[in-house]
Nanobody
Framework: QVQLVESGGGLVQPGGSLGLSCAAS????????MGWYRQAPGKQRELVAV???????NYADSVKGRFTISRDNAKKTVYLQMNSLQYEDTAVYYC??????????WGQGTQVTVSS
């Protein structure tokens, strides 16, 4: 059984920073893409950032230059460093791991709230 455990969400003021992490455990072997998505109230879930097994990254336009995704393959962990946070970044953030064999896993979600 595969589990994704997220951590690092919370409350931050506008302009502040937060870091998220997501660690995969269990029977997961060849990890391909790792990514972060978010869902704000009343909105659809959207891609925030994704990183391939080779380290190629892709970001939503709304977070480019502010967020940084990275991964530690040995730890099966993906990170999201979020800087210059804005009210519009408030959402539940989910990590996603895609593994060989079309295996697709999601974390339970962690709340990020940007508020003064």
């Amino acid at each position: 059984q595969v589990q994704l455990v997220e951590s690092g969400g919370g409350l931050v003021q506008p302009g502040g920073s937060l870091g998220l992490s997501c660690a995969a455990s269990g029977s997961i072997f060849i990890i391909l893409n790792m990514g972060w998505y978010r869902q704000a109230p009343g909105k659809q879930r959207e891609l925030v950032a994704v990183i391939s097994s080779g380290g190629i990254t892709n970001y939503a336009d709304s977070v480019k230059g502010r967020f940084t995704i990275s991964r530690d393959n040995a730890k099966k962990t993906v990170y999201l460093q979020m800087n210059s946070l804005q009210y519009e970044d408030t959402a539940v953030y989910y990590c996603r791991v895609v593994a060989a064999g079309s295996r697709d896993y999601w974390g339970q979600g962690t709340q990020v709230t940007v508020s003064s």
